[in-house]
């Protein structure tokens, strides 16, 4: 397979589907933007110890892959001349949506309970759980926006809000295991 085509060097890229877009689309901007998250993703599963929040962090990788293809394919252009759909993977459903929220409680249970906003930061691997969790945020605001101009199925915008929620809850995990003080946002008093 060769990497460079040339067919992008004038600003345009290709949907699954056939269909041609600037580079900057709105479709093409989101899932660059979950792509990014699932780099960071990455990063911070290279940098835990933990063997079960390994695995976890791998499946929800694959899970932004997935989430990617249905993002990358044209909606108008799903299905093929025979019917079948083009893209032919699982897709995110709310089993996956269950599964985020069963480790975020599953997290909670051992943690402190929260009295004050988090800044982040208190240890390198939870400052990267940050970074990750905002990206995802942003993913979020680009689907979103992609929603009002384009069909977006309804569980790929659950899952990356809750996959932010579960970011969230890991840095705060990850801040106890590595027995990190959480930072609390104490407005200054005038």
């Known amino acids: 397979m060769k990497i460079y085509t040339k067919t992008g060097d004038k600003g345009l890229t290709s949907l699954f589907g056939g269909s041609r877009v600037l580079k900057n689309n709105l479709r093409i901007e989101s899932y660059g933007t979950v792509d990014e998250l699932n780099a960071h993703i990455g990063f911070l599963r290279d940098t835990i110890t933990q063997e079960s929040l390994k695995k976890d962090l791998f499946n929800i990788q694959n899970q ?8 990358a394919t044209d909606p108008l252009k799903q299905e093929l001349k025979n019917g079948k759909e083009r893209l032919n993977i699982p897709k995110i459903n709310t089993q996956d949506v269950f599964y985020l929220e069963h480790q975020i409680d599953k997290f909670n249970e051992t943690l402190p309970e929260m009295t004050h906003f988090i800044l982040p ?30 069909p977006v199925e309804e569980d790929i915008i659950t899952y990356i809000n809750r996959l932010s929620d579960y970011l969230f809850v890991l840095a705060r995990k990850l801040s106890l295991s590595h027995k990190a003080k959480e930072i609390f946002w104490i407005p200054k008093k005038q």
């Open 64 to 71: 932004l892959f997935t989430l990617g293809a249905m993002l």
């Open 121 to 150: 930061g208190g240890h390198p691997i939870v400052s990267s759980c940050h970074i990750a969790r905002t990206v995802c945020r942003r993913a979020e605001r680009c689907i979103v926006a992609l929603q009002e101009e384009s």
